[in-house]
């Protein structure tokens, strides 16, 4: 066994993965990444000991590291060994400034040093999650891990347009730090800090919901075009708003339309964006269709986070990277300049401006005619300002049921699931999504009920904190004590890790019920599957047919909405 990661829902037989990662890492990368993980707790553990405040020094090149370590994010060794470095270096400049506090008796976690990548590689076998031999305690530490990542992704996007929050900091070098050690943890610690990391989740996505929403505006219901026209253009993809900021400014007068590739489609609907009238289209799908969408595109893309899969030769000279974003061998784009704030997108354009227009997509997936247009932005405030007619449709019958799908796409065939239950749910079925897992069913025309659209996509994953707050406030509109007593189900879709950060604020919230596919996850022990179901009722992704019948038959538990 040259490596092993169970992080994802696509890991290799649903067990993991041992010599490549079915993302597209190697072994190496993942080995490093192991490493890079474990020097950060050791830096977390030197805080704790030394106590010292995180200021945004620490807390900023914790989130990087967290990201660069997230599924589908960075591949590139050499960036994953600098970060190594710097993390030690961190580490030991506290120790060092703090060295009564520290002596021969601490953890190895705070003497580990190396200086080259076979020296960082000899260390993985040590460090490697399977050190862990308590299938539930690896549970709980590697859930509380996989949510750190997550949570550090909104945050470092919210960091970027200048919100921080450091109590959200506070709690992740908090948990590093208790998880250090590679043995010898108490279950009830652990189990304390993943309720924490749940309430701490839904702080990070409000922060970066009060981040999108200051700087651009509250989403606004947007028709985005979902066609091409003959002009030059940049396809941008990931998830970081900011850097679509920088490039729609610095391309205004230069002949070139920017296009929105995956979970960037709901930059259209803010309107600090959507301003930009060179902002002219959604291209594509989601993530994992990349290869053949970034070849029929033409022109140069820019990931500027996650959802990054192995390059091909047809585009790989047109591709760049920016942020935790990293690949062998790509042009990468470096973080702002501290004259303008802004990162600098000149090379990217000069190249659109010598290449051809995108070439037109006309068949959705499933070989049916692409729609001219895409409907987008109910966010928080649109989905309020829906509440009367939802109430009202609800309490007349008209809408019988409200299904949030929400969450991941991904490869795994059984997704087709989430497609074929958006097209046979009844008539008086209200979806309500966020995150790519809307690319299964977003193009199929759904209609409306009176004023509402059986279809509201609230944005980006991290946008589930709107359909909570919605649902929170549809309760008491309907003065119901319980999510149970409301026609709502929850069909949640996972991939990596910032969906298990939104289902343990979902848990936070003792909301129940939930339908988890399309596996549950590998890294989850016998033991923790059993608690998940009989304390919240959680649930395999079922059968299509039942599961319809049992939207129509609300459980009778009495868990607390919000």
């Given at each position: 066994m040259s490596m092993f990661c169970f992080q994802c829902q696509e890991t290799l037989r649903n067990e993991g993965c041992t010599q490549h990662g079915m993302c597209g890492k190697s072994s190496d990368c993942a080995n490093l990444m192991d490493v890079l993980i474990y020097s950060l707790r050791g830096l977390a553990l030197a805080t704790q000991i030394a106590e010292i405040p995180i200021n945004s020094t620490l807390a900023s090149h914790a989130e990087q590291v967290l990201f660069t370590t997230l599924t589908n994010t960075n591949f590139d060794e050499l960036r994953i060994e600098r970060l190594i470095r710097q993390?030690?270096?961190?580490?030991?400049?506290?120790?060092?400034?703090?060295?009564?506090k520290f002596t021969e008796h601490n953890d190895d976690i705070l003497f580990f040093n190396a200086a080259t990548r076979n020296e960082f590689l000899a260390k993985s076998p040590f460090v490697s999650v399977q050190r862990v031999t308590d299938p539930d305690i690896r549970t709980m530490r590697e859930?509380?891990?996989?949510?750190l990542k997550g949570i550090s992704a909104y945050t470092h996007h919210a960091r970027?347009?200048?919100?921080?929050?450091?109590?959200?900091?506070?709690?992740?070098?908090?948990?590093?730090?208790?998880?250090?050690p590679m043995q010898g943890y108490a279950p009830s610690t652990l189990f304390f800090l993943?309720?924490?990391?749940?309430?701490?989740?839904?702080s990070a996505m409000k922060l970066l919901n009060d981040a999108n929403t200051q700087h651009f505006g509250h989403p606004e219901p947007t028709e985005v075009r979902n066609y091409v026209r003959?002009?030059?253009?940049?396809?941008?993809?990931?998830?970081?708003?900011?850097?679509?900021?920088?490039?729609?400014?610095?391309?205004?007068?230069?002949g070139i339309d920017i296009y929105t590739h995956g979970e960037m489609l709901p930059a259209h609907a803010y309107p600090g964006l959507k301003k930009y009238p060179h902002l002219y289209a959604n291209y594509g799908n989601s993530w994992h269709h990349q290869s053949r969408e970034f070849e029929l595109f033409n022109g140069p893309i820019i990931l500027t986070s996650n959802c990054l899969i192995p390059i091909r030769a047809p585009y790989?000279?047109?591709?760049f990277t920016t942020g935790p974003c990293g690949w062998p061998g790509l042009r990468h784009i470096p973080e702002p300049s501290t004259t303008t704030g802004q990162k600098d997108f000149r090379e990217v354009i000069r190249l659109a401006q010598q290449l051809p227009a995108p070439t037109p997509i006309t068949e959705t997936l499933d070989g049916t005619p692409e729609p001219k247009m895409l409907t987008i932005g109910y966010a928080e405030k649109e989905l309020l300002a829906l509440l009367p007619d939802i109430v009202a449709g609800i309490r007349s019958g008209e809408i019988g049921q409200i299904i949030v799908m929400n969450g991941c796409d991904g490869r795994h065939h059984a997704r087709s699931y989430y497609r074929t239950l958006a097209d046979q749910l009844p008539k008086d079925t209200i979806i309500l999504t966020a995150g790519c897992a809307k690319y299964r069913f977003n193009k199929l025309?759904?209609?409306?009920?009176?004023h509402v659209p059986r279809l509201l996509d609230a944005g980006q994953c991290n946008d589930t904190w709107s359909i909570i707050t919605f649902l929170h406030v549809l309760g008491d509109a309907m003065n119901v004590e319980s999510l149970a007593e409301l026609p709502v189900t929850l069909e949640v879709a996972w991939y990596e890790q910032k969906a298990v950060?939104?289902?343990?604020?979902?848990?936070?919230?003792?909301?129940?019920?939930?339908?988890?596919?399309?596996?549950?996850?590998?890294?989850?022990?016998?033991?923790?599957?059993?608690?998940?179901?009989?304390?919240?009722?959680?649930?395999?992704m079922g059968n299509i047919e039942e599961r319809i019948a049992e939207m129509h038959t609300p459980s009778q538990g009495k868990e607390e909405l919000v």
């Amino acid at each position: 066994m040259s490596m092993f990661c169970f992080q994802c829902q696509e890991t290799l037989r649903n067990e993991g993965c041992t010599q490549h990662g079915m993302c597209g890492k190697s072994s190496d990368c993942a080995n490093l990444m192991d490493v890079l993980i474990y020097s950060l707790r050791g830096l977390a553990l030197a805080t704790q000991i030394a106590e010292i405040p995180i200021n945004s020094t620490l807390a900023s090149h914790a989130e990087q590291v967290l990201f660069t370590t997230l599924t589908n994010t960075n591949f590139d060794e050499l960036r994953i060994e600098r970060l190594i470095r710097q993390t030690l270096r961190l580490r030991d400049g506290i120790i060092l400034e703090h060295s009564a506090k520290f002596t021969e008796h601490n953890d190895d976690i705070l003497f580990f040093n190396a200086a080259t990548r076979n020296e960082f590689l000899a260390k993985s076998p040590f460090v490697s999650v399977q050190r862990v031999t308590d299938p539930d305690i690896r549970t709980m530490r590697e859930l509380l891990l996989y949510a750190l990542k997550g949570i550090s992704a909104y945050t470092h996007h919210a960091r970027r347009l200048g919100f921080t929050n450091p109590n959200i900091s506070t709690f992740i070098f908090h948990a590093l730090a208790e998880t250090a050690p590679m043995q010898g943890y108490a279950p009830s610690t652990l189990f304390f800090l993943l309720k924490e990391c749940g309430k701490t989740a839904l702080s990070a996505m409000k922060l970066l919901n009060d981040a999108n929403t200051q700087h651009f505006g509250h989403p606004e219901p947007t028709e985005v075009r979902n066609y091409v026209r003959k002009r030059p253009g940049i396809l941008i993809s990931g998830h970081d708003l900011r850097d679509l900021e920088d490039l729609l400014r610095q391309t205004q007068d230069a002949g070139i339309d920017i296009y929105t590739h995956g979970e960037m489609l709901p930059a259209h609907a803010y309107p600090g964006l959507k301003k930009y009238p060179h902002l002219y289209a959604n291209y594509g799908n989601s993530w994992h269709h990349q290869s053949r969408e970034f070849e029929l595109f033409n022109g140069p893309i820019i990931l500027t986070s996650n959802c990054l899969i192995p390059i091909r030769a047809p585009y790989k000279n047109r591709i760049f990277t920016t942020g935790p974003c990293g690949w062998p061998g790509l042009r990468h784009i470096p973080e702002p300049s501290t004259t303008t704030g802004q990162k600098d997108f000149r090379e990217v354009i000069r190249l659109a401006q010598q290449l051809p227009a995108p070439t037109p997509i006309t068949e959705t997936l499933d070989g049916t005619p692409e729609p001219k247009m895409l409907t987008i932005g109910y966010a928080e405030k649109e989905l309020l300002a829906l509440l009367p007619d939802i109430v009202a449709g609800i309490r007349s019958g008209e809408i019988g049921q409200i299904i949030v799908m929400n969450g991941c796409d991904g490869r795994h065939h059984a997704r087709s699931y989430y497609r074929t239950l958006a097209d046979q749910l009844p008539k008086d079925t209200i979806i309500l999504t966020a995150g790519c897992a809307k690319y299964r069913f977003n193009k199929l025309a759904l209609g409306q009920i009176e004023h509402v659209p059986r279809l509201l996509d609230a944005g980006q994953c991290n946008d589930t904190w709107s359909i909570i707050t919605f649902l929170h406030v549809l309760g008491d509109a309907m003065n119901v004590e319980s999510l149970a007593e409301l026609p709502v189900t929850l069909e949640v879709a996972w991939y990596e890790q910032k969906a298990v950060a939104v289902l343990l604020a979902l848990l936070s919230l003792k909301i129940k019920n939930i339908h988890l596919g399309p596996t549950l996850p590998a890294f989850c022990s016998q033991n923790a599957i059993k608690y998940l179901i009989e304390n919240y009722n959680l649930q395999k992704m079922g059968n299509i047919e039942e599961r319809i019948a049992e939207m129509h038959t609300p459980s009778q538990g009495k868990e607390e909405l919000v």
